[in-house]
């Protein structure tokens, strides 16, 4: 029933009335429209009616007053009430809001902390692999140095070897 955030709609307020007040009687919304008519008042038929009950259609302060004496409406009509009930309504809304966007911040900070706690724990894995690639990298430094030196043993043994079977051939062909 409102209008508007926070403006409660006086329209579709006495419209609600007039719809309880017509039911409560028994009347149909074509016997109220024609009840009006016969006093000079046109409010369109069953349709405007409608629209009156639902708060679509501008209500004029005489239809007004004759819709109230019809069905027996009390129009004593407090329109500071209108206005409180309109803070009252606004003010509660923007509570709602507030709740509502509270909330929101609350599981942004939650989801927002999350996500650091998992880019700090990705940061310590990559430290931690960098750490160990450049283990790696002195490792495989060594190990080249290793294979570099045991690669020219071997050529000296194989050289030696070599040296050594030919002076066994001259040894044993002299």
Known sequence: MTGSVGHVDPEQLFGVGVRNARQSRGWSQEALAAELAKVGIN?????GVARIER???????NEV???A???????NLDLGAYGQAARRSEGEELQAALRDVTEQLTRVEKELDLRRAHV?????T???AEREMTELALRRRELQRAHAHLSASLAAA???RMRAEM?????DGE
């Open 65 to 67: 007053v004759a819709i």
């Open 55 to 61: 708060g679509e259609r501008p209500t004029r302060l």
């Open 120 to 124: 700090q724990a990705a940061k310590a």
């Open 158 to 160: 194989a050289d030696a």
């Open 43 to 47: 409010v369109g038929g069953q349709s």
């Open 167 to 171: 002076l066994l051939k001259e040894i």
């Open 126 to 128: 990559l430290d931690e």
């Open 69 to 75: 004496d019809f069905l027996d409406i009390d129009l």
